[in-house]
């Protein structure tokens, strides 16, 4: 049967959750009527998720496994699900079943209307903690600010692409992949569908603050040169208001004639200077650091073997015979 839909999941460390998540999404998927492809991502677990979806694909002929050679992160798994997946849609979800696979027939539905993007959007955050959920709003406002991309709210991974969307995110080539910008960037006819997130159904979340933060930040400059920019109004700004401070103060000396106290502000003056001077740097470095990592070229992420895929046995099936000649 050709493949319509391939569904990906990236997994890291989610062996608890294997087994239910394919309880759950195979009746889905089956009852779709369409001819499908599960990809799992081992994305460097250190449990024995790789064992047990090979364990599960003896019996479930649909399922394709690809073993990276580390913990590349979720978005590198992403990208190879992405370049993976031979369906006409590409569906990406989470493995811990905190994305409910019942959202399927609905998704499938909207595709086949003509949306070629059709995104879950969560209903509210409730599953987060206060001090995340108040970080996360921070992030987009400063996204919505800075960057010339619309990220509509809420929406995470947890979509269906048609194969057009694919091939445009496949062809993008950035190693700094913040795949909620990229979605948007790409454009096409986009659709978001409400859904309840669910609570984790085992094992724990990857992403602790410290990475989020960091993941946030790297999101922000990958999507905009604001912050690379802004340093030359504000070195205008204050070029400007010294320019006025010292006609003020000739202005003053030849009224009142020469007073020379003014050292505490001359220094607050002068450790601002350097502050800001430090930051733009940092920043500049910041911008540097991506540069470099781009021109280094490096793939994405390096694949140890990959289970399940007929290329590969057409492939090891001509060694062996050429092996035997
Ligand atoms: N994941 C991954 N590589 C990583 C971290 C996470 O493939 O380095 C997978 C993980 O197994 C899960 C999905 O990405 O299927 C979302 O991760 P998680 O649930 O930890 O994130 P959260 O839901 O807390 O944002
Ligand atoms: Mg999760």
């Given at each position: 049967m050709s493949v319509d839909l391939s569904i990906i999941v990236p997994l890291k460390n989610e062996e608890a959750n294997l087994s239910n998540l394919w309880a759950r999404l195979e009746p889905v998927v089956r009852s779709l009527g369409l001819g499908f492809e599960v990809l799992l991502i081992n994305?460097?677990?250190?449990?024995r998720t790789l064992a047990r979806a090979l364990e599960m694909a003896q019996a479930i002929p649909e399922l394709k496994i690809i073993d990276l050679?580390?913990?590349?992160g979720k978005e590198a798994a992403l990208a190879c699900g992405f370049s993976h997946a031979r369906g006409a849609a590409v569906v990406s979800m989470d493995?811990?079943?905190?994305?409910?696979?019942?959202?399927l027939p609905e998704m499938v539905a909207r595709w086949r209307e003509g949306y070629e993007m059709v995104y879950a959007v969560r209903r509210?955050?409730?599953?987060?903690g206060l001090l995340d959920r108040a970080f996360t709003r921070a992030f987009y406002w400063l996204f919505e600010h800075l960057s010339a991309v619309k990220l509509p709210p809420e929406?995470?991974?947890?979509r269906l692409l048609d194969r057009k969307v694919v091939d445009a995110l496949n062809a993008?080539?950035?190693?700094?992949?913040f795949m909620k910008g990229m979605y948007a960037w790409v454009g096409f006819r986009t659709l978001g569908i409400p859904f309840t997130v669910e609570h984790r159904s085992g094992g724990t979340s990857s992403f602790s603050p410290l990475k989020k933060l960091g993941f946030a930040f790297d999101a922000l400059t990958a999507f905009s040169n604001l912050p690379l920019r802004v340093w030359s109004v504000v070195g205008a700004g204050i070029s400007l208001a010294a320019f006025l401070y010292i006609v003020v103060r000739i202005i003053r000396v030849m009224v009142y004639g020469l007073d020379v106290p003014g050292y505490e502000s001359l220094l607050a003056v002068m450790l601002f200077l350097g502050g800001m001077q430090l930051l733009s740097l940092g920043i500049l470095g910041d911008y540097l650091a991506r540069v470099f990592e781009e021109a280094?070229?490096?793939?994405l992420y390096v694949v140890r073997e990959r289970f399940g895929f007929t290329e590969d046995k057409q492939k090891r099936a001509t060694r062996r015979v050429r092996k035997v000649a």
């Open positions: 994305d460097g677990s250190t449990d050679s580390r913990n590349f493995g811990d079943l905190q994305h409910p696979p019942e959202m509210s955050r409730e599953y987060q929406a995470g991974d947890f993008l080539p950035e190693r700094n992949r280094k070229g490096r793939p």
